[in-house]
């Protein structure tokens, strides 16, 4: 979902230089990251969390477009972020807006690719000019490295909800160790977001 072997060997070391360029710089970083080359300069008023794709975790669905719909508002760089209660509501009333999601994620799943017709018409659905894809990738308790771990990964993707081309996408996870009691994982979420976000556009200028 995250990386698809379609692309040239040339455009594949490019996007290999951009992600490295992003772990190097800053502080931490994630652990994998792309940008589009509109980036620096996408700057949306609204902004919607697509229902995680299946997986899985589907348990783990609900908490995660809530903390990450928390982390948007939170960090303040786009004016309106529409609740996943909202977002469910408008997938439940419109059998159109429905069909359009389900044709998004089988087209991602396909060719790694965001399909721009369907992507236009979510955009158009939910009223805002960029969505949050996103895929969970682990949402357990492990042993790691002779530790208990409690592990939550995500790899997200903005769309640009106006064309329906992929602006940004990135994939990371966080871990905390315990010994008894047992971390609650929608924390960790909660923390993994904040950290991503950070670093998705638009970013707070400096």
């Known amino acids: 979902w995250y ?3 379609m692309l040239s060997r040339s455009s594949v070391h490019i996007a290999s230089l951009i992600a490295l360029v992003a772990l190097l710089g800053g502080c931490g970083g994630l652990q994998e990251v792309w940008e589009g080359p509109g980036a620096k300069v996408f700057r949306p008023q609204t902004i919607a969390v697509l229902p995680p794709m299946a997986s899985q975790y589907d348990s783990a669905r609900e908490d995660i477009q809530e903390v990450l719909a928390i982390a948007l508002n939170r960090q303040g760089n786009i004016e309106r972020v529409v609740s996943p209660e909202n977002v469910t ?3 439940q009333a419109s059998k159109e807006a429905f069909d359009s999601l389900v044709f998004y994620f089988s087209r991602l799943e396909m060719t790694g690719q965001s399909d721009k ?7 158009k659905a939910l009223s805002v000019d960029s969505f949050l894809g996103v895929r969970v990738n682990s949402w357990e308790y492990v042993r790691k490295e002779g530790d ?11 769309i640009d909800a106006t064309t329906g081309t992929t602006v940004w996408k990135a994939r990371h996870e966080r871990s905390n160790s315990y010994m008894f009691i047992k971390p609650s994982l929608k924390e960790i979420a909660k923390e993994l977001a904040d950290e991503m976000i950070k670093y998705m556009p638009p970013q707070t200028k400096r």
């Open 89 to 91: 509501d408008i997938f």
């Open 117 to 123: 017709d369907s992507a236009i018409k979510l955009g």
């Open 148 to 158: 208990n771990v409690g592990r939550v990964g995500l790899s997200l993707r903005l």
């Open 3 to 5: 990386t698809r072997p």
